[in-house]
């Protein structure tokens, strides 16, 4: 088997805290090759974002404490100096940040951000890499680009900034581009382009994409696989068809209940009843047991494993579930 | 950190952040260099503040026996173990009797420009319009012009004194606080938790004490810190053209003026006040870097993780 | 207008508010008409949903509606008393009663106040709401209604989520217990389930408390769950404005149709006609301004700015030609 472009095994992030140790990610593996997509679903702070931020070394540690390893193009990530971070995601991966103001610099404006950026990773001269910069901007939809080039990140709009930062991601061409959110603030036509934009980029530079969204909709158009995460860990792992078609984890199927389209009134949204674990405590059981309609005696004492479910695809349950949604 | 810490209830977590003073110091206790700083800071201090009283006399009493007598020779006693001087003073004394003129002129030229030029640089920022612009334009001139013969001139007419010298340089120094504070408030002011503030109907004095003063503080003391060391020399120079302080009050860069003439003779008489002043500005430097890890939530994160042994 | 003058006043109504930006560039200073003449009431226990592409003006409404930016132009009531006149100190008190949780909640969370400091500043602020011993209480208990545990409290916001974020944001908008609430985008940081959640606290706060929601939103079908108007933003101006039902189920504009059928569901995959460029804000050409895209736009669109026109009920209205 060739080499995947990333490959991440059994990687845990822990924070320690006065209060205990946050475990905001526990033992998650993944491989992608080039061109390949997975969109990563799940609850909010289930550590979508942490992963993320990890792949590009952007993980303090300390405080933190990471465990497995992340091999990008077959390069150890984790333990790398700064130095040597920059000549990895020099290598081709770039990232959409969930927070727009982390990606830009509130005193330069936009288009000398872009040019600059172009200019140093890219090599080109400082007349095309403005061009460039403009025409980026257009890309990504954002009208009088040229005229708006000159202006400071807090003149534009929430989306557009979002816009922005998803044009510089894709500026240099990556091999991987991992977008955490990045269509959370725009309309669907917007969202639309973006999307057209990144599918674009994947098949004429044979791009591979980590795509974090809540957006179901969005998961099921963008990916070729889906990846849902609860507390930290992997829940279900497989093809989006066949997690849309078959959801076998009773979380994916409860998190499809509650979308708005299931329901016609806002008294009809089904919520997923309790509240997400305290991520400082040890569970002994499966994480979702607490909140979850199926669970046994034999849930709150053993942690499932993920394994190969019913429908084909991996599942992190005790049981096998008919998809009930 | 261990198993058992992971079953401290949320209550146990809340009394235990509630008090960031203690973390603080416990903090402090465990790493070296800033401990090592904030000790030689207090030390100068009480020397400056309880023992340079008793030192007065000593620090201008001449004996030409003692004209230039060389450092770490034992014979004549404690106050002469870092020699005498060109008179024949005792340097131990003269020095902490320095310490004290030096963190009294340098200490309150520099808290008076920092405190002014931060609130100033805060309000102005913060409004903006015609108030601003006058003490921009006020901050141009007082650069432009040049500092030291300002002072030279105005402490020509004013006659030199202890208190003169720190108005003069307290001005001096103001437009270096005013600026800073004020840049970092525009871009601050531009952040949508300040609008979030005005939302709620927070007024305007609020929010500059509440949401922008947090964040400008640091740099401010790492400014000021920066600045008492230039002071120091500052008042060496003015010294040194005869407009500084005058005998009895010496302070250091007064000593390092006075010694230089006699550098090739005698080095320790500048050389000591010399490492006094930077032994100071170095420590509080390094004070002020860690005051502002410490402040930042997230730096002091990582803080708290090296000491209690985050990284297992 | 002969109003008895005994009805009491709308909670909110905006009148012909807009706000232009003026950019300076090198070929002269250029005006950007951000949000040009919008006009609306809102009543208690009402949603009113703004939809609009990004850009068009949403956040720039909401902030001039609050005078955090101030009004080019136009007035609002809030209980017939004029925001737009108020001075300054009246308009912090006013604000008591008007609250706003903003779109980015990585920016709008001071970092260096935990989430307990924060979510009781608005009480410090108006001294007198709680008791200040009670405050901790007080912020738990806002705390659990928005699904986050008391351990959040000695929070600092850099270790939350943007999910656990927002919800903190939504507590503090909720602690001064407003008669209008402006949310912008307030649960697109969420995971359906906890957006589920969210949605029916508030609605359920709307129940109890009668507030006035102003809810901005992308997602159409949220948006057809909760409001019982919804305007269509584009280009600073209301295209299509009229209740909810009404403008689902026979959309006028043809921007509106073109967002309800972009929708991404599970069904449908991405349109891959090539959507055409959101039209330059600058071009203040004759005309309507959606004509550049518009897939039904004539010559007359190019040259003469439509009127508003009303739909088959008077309260639906809309920016066309056309009628169909
Ligand atoms: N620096 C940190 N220190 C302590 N805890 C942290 C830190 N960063 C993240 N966490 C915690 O780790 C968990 C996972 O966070 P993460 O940002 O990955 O969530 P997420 O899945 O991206 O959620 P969302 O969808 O809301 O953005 C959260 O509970 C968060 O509070
Ligand atoms: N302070 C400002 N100075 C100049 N232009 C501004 C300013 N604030 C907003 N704008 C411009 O006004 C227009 C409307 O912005 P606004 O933030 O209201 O859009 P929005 O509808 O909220 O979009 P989104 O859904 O992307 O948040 C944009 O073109 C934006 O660039
Ligand atoms: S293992 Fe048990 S508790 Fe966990 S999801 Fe499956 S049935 Fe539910
Ligand atoms: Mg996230
Ligand atoms: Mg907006």
Not at chain 1, 281 to 286: D, K, V
Not at chain 3, 67 to 74: D, F, N, V
Not at chain 3, 133 to 156: C, E, F, T
Not at chain 3, 216 to 235: E, G, N, Q, T, W
């Amino acid at each position: 088997m060739v080499t995947p472009l990333l490959d991440i095994r059994d990687f845990s992030v822990t924070f320690p805290s006065l209060g205990g140790d946050i475990r905001a990610v526990r033992g998650i593996n993944l491989q992608l090759g080039e061109g390949e997509s997975v969109a990563v679903l799940g609850e909010s702070g289930s550590g979508k974002s942490v992963t993320s931020r990890a792949i590009l070394g952007l993980i303090d540690v300390p405080p933190a404490r990471l465990e497995g390893s992340i091999l990008f193009d077959g390069v150890e990530v984790l333990g790398r100096s700064d130095k040597e971070l920059a000549a990895i995601r020099g290598r081709g991966v770039s990232m959409v940040f969930q927070d727009a103001l982390d990606g830009l610099n509130p005193v330069y404006t936009v288009g000398d951000q872009i040019s600059e950026l172009l200019r140093v990773r890219a090599h080109m001269s400082r007349k095309t890499a403005k061009a460039e910069a403009i025409s980026l901007m257009q890309q990504v939809g954002i009208p009088a680009a040229a005229q708006r080039a000159k202006d400071y990140p807090h003149q534009f709009s929430g989306g557009m900034r979002q816009r922005i930062c998803i044009a510089m991601a894709v500026a240099l061409k990556p091999k991987l581009l991992i977008a955490d959110e990045p269509t959370t603030a725009l309309d669907v036509t917007v969202q639309a382009e973006i999307l057209q934009l990144i599918a674009r980029l994947q098949r004429e530079a044979n791009m591979a994409l980590i795509f974090v969204t809540h957006d179901l909709g969005v998961a099921h158009n963008i990916a070729e696989n889906l990846m849902v995460m609860y507390a930290g860990v992997v829940m279900e792992f497989g093809p989006t068809n066949a997690v849309f078609g078959a959801p076998a984890h009773p979380y994916t199927q409860a998190l499809m209940r509650s979308h708005p389209s299931e329901a016609t009134h806002w008294s009809d949204l089904q919520p997923i009843a309790g509240s997400p674990p305290d991520k400082t405590e040890r569970l002994a059981g499966c994480p979702f047991s607490p909140r979850c309609p199926h669970s046994t005696d034999r849930c709150t004492k053993e942690e499932p494993a993920l394994r190969r479910g019913p429908a084909g695809h991996q599942v992190r349950c005790h049981f096998d579930l008919d998809a009930q949604i | 950190m261990s198993n058992a810490t992971s079953n401290t209830t949320p209550s146990d977590d809340i009394s235990r952040r509630q008090n960031p003073k203690w973390v603080r110091l416990r903090l402090l206790l465990k790493m070296p260099l800033p401990l090592t700083a904030a000790i030689i800071l207090i030390l100068l201090l009480i020397a400056a503040l309880f023992v340079a009283p008793y030192l007065f006399e000593q620090a201008n009493r001449q004996n030409l026996r003692l004209r230039f007598y060389p450092p770490f020779q034992t014979e004549q006693g404690w106050l002469f173990w870092l020699g005498g001087d060109a008179l024949g003073r005792s340097m131990v004394a003269e020095l902490i009797y320095g310490a004290r003129t030096s963190f009294l002129v340098a200490g309150s030229a520099v808290g008076v420009a920092a405190s002014l030029g931060f609130a100033i640089g805060l309000v102005s920022g913060y409004f903006g319009g015609w108030f601003d612009a006058i003490i921009m334009r006020l901050a141009d001139i007082i650069v432009t012009l040049p500092s030291l013969l300002m002072a030279l001139a105005i402490l020509f007419v004013l006659g030199p004194s202890v208190f003169n010298l720190i108005c003069v340089l307290a001005v001096a120094r103001l437009p270096v606080f005013m600026r800073t504070a004020r840049a970092q408030t525009l871009s601050i002011r531009e952040w949508t938790f300040v609008e979030v503030s005005r939302s709620i109907g927070a007024s305007p004095a609020r929010i500059i004490w509440r949401d922008i003063r947090p964040l400008v503080a640091p740099t401010i003391l790492t400014v000021a810190m920066l600045e008492l060391g230039n002071t120091m020399l500052a008042v060496a120079g003015l010294s040194f053209l005869g407009v500084g302080l005058q005998r009895p009050d010496i302070d250091w860069g007064t000593m390092v003026a006075e010694g230089r003439q006699y550098m090739n003779v005698a080095w320790w008489i500048t050389v000591f006040p010399g490492i006094a002043i930077l032994i100071t500005a170095l420590s509080a430097n390094i004070l002020s870097n860690w005051m502002r890890a410490v402040g930042d939530p997230k730096q002091s994160g990582a803080l708290v993780a090296k000491v209690t042994g985050g990284g297992n | 207008m002969s109003a008895p003058t005994t009805k009491t006043p709308p909670l909110l109504q905006v009148e012909g508010l807009s706000k232009h930006f003026v950019l300076r560039g090198r070929g002269g200073n250029k005006t950007l008409r951000a949000v040009d003449d919008i006009n609306f009431t809102l009543e208690p226990s009402e949603t009113m949903a703004i939809v609009g592409e990004s850009g068009s003006g949403k956040s720039t409404l909401a902030r001039s509606l609050l005078r955090l930016l101030e009004p080019t132009s136009g007035t609002v009531h809030l209980r017939g008393q004029s925001l737009t006149d108020m001075t300054h100190k009246q308009l912090r008190e006013a604000r008591r009663s008007i609250q706003m949780v903003f779109q980015d909640p990585y920016a709008s969370l001071h970092p260096r106040h935990t989430v307990a400091e924060i979510i009781s500043e608005p009480w410090r602020v108006h001294r007198g709401i709680y008791p200040q011993a009670d405050y901790a209480k007080q912020v738990d208990i806002l705390l659990s209604k928005v699904g986050l545990s008391p351990n959040y409290a000695p929070a600092y916001p850099y270790r939350l989520s943007g999910g656990e974020r927002q919800r903190v944001a939504i507590a503090r908008a909720l602690a001064l217990a407003p008669q209008v609430l402006i949310l912008d985008e307030p649960v697109s940081a969420l995971d359906v389930s906890i957006q589920a959640q969210v949605i029916k606290l508030l609605m359920q706060l709307q129940l109890d408390m009668q507030i006035g929601y102003l809810f901005i939103s992308h997602d159409l079908p949220l948006v057809r769950l909760v409001a019982d108007k919804v305007a269509v933003m584009y280009m600073g101006r209301f295209v299509e404005q009229g209740p909810a039902d009404e403008v689902f189920a026979a959309p006028r504009h043809p921007y509106t149709k073109m967002l309800l059928a972009a929708v991404p569901n599970r069904q449908n995959a991405p349109t891959n006609e090539p959507a055409s460029e959101p039209t330059n804000p600058f071009d203040i050409e004759a005309g309507c301004a959606f004509a550049p895209r518009c897939p039904m736009a004539q010559d007359i669109c190019r040259t003469t700015a439509p009127n508003r026109q009303t739909g088959r009920l008077a309260a639906h209205s809309f920016t066309c030609h056309f009628s169909q």
